[in-house]
């Protein structure tokens, strides 16, 4: 079993947004409900779909246009703005932001390690 999907065969909280998400970044354009759905796993419904992207678009993760009927979605940003956001929020959660990034860079692989100090030291692309 997948280690998004409970025992009772559902996913875990998050999951599908983040599922719908990845599908609308592989499209790479603003995409429909319908091609949405035909880049996830399984097969949620349609009406599923369009609840996900509707909340998505709620929390200001995706935007939508209008297309004859129906909406196009595109996601705000990319895979890596969306992951930065969420490190972000996560940052700002605790009181000692001190601590947080030192245990945070402390816990990293010397790989990542050095690919931040490789960062902080470079100027930033604007």
């Known amino acids: 079993m997948p280690q998004d999907i409970g025992p009772a065969g559902r996913r875990a909280p998050g999951a599908l947004e983040n599922e719908v998400l990845a599908a609308l ?3 790479g354009a603003p995409a429909s409900a319908a ?3 035909d880049g996830l796993t399984g097969d949620p419904a ?3 779909v369009l609840t996900i992207l509707s909340r998505l678009n ?11 009927r129906g909406y196009r979605y595109s996601p705000v940003h990319d895979e890596a703005g969306h992951v930065a956001a969420g490190m972000r929020a996560l940052l700002e959660k605790g009181t000692d932001r001190a601590a947080v990034l030192a245990r945070f860079v402390a816990e ?5 390690e050095q690919l931040l100090e490789q960062l902080l030291h470079e100027p930033l692309e604007g």
Do not use: F, I, Q
């Open 46 to 48: 349609y009406t599923t």
């Open 58 to 68: 709620d929390k200001g993760l995706v935007s939508r246009e209008r297309a004859g």
């Open 35 to 37: 091609t949405v759905r």
């Open 108 to 112: 990293l692989p010397s790989e990542d």
């Open 25 to 27: 970044w592989a499209v």
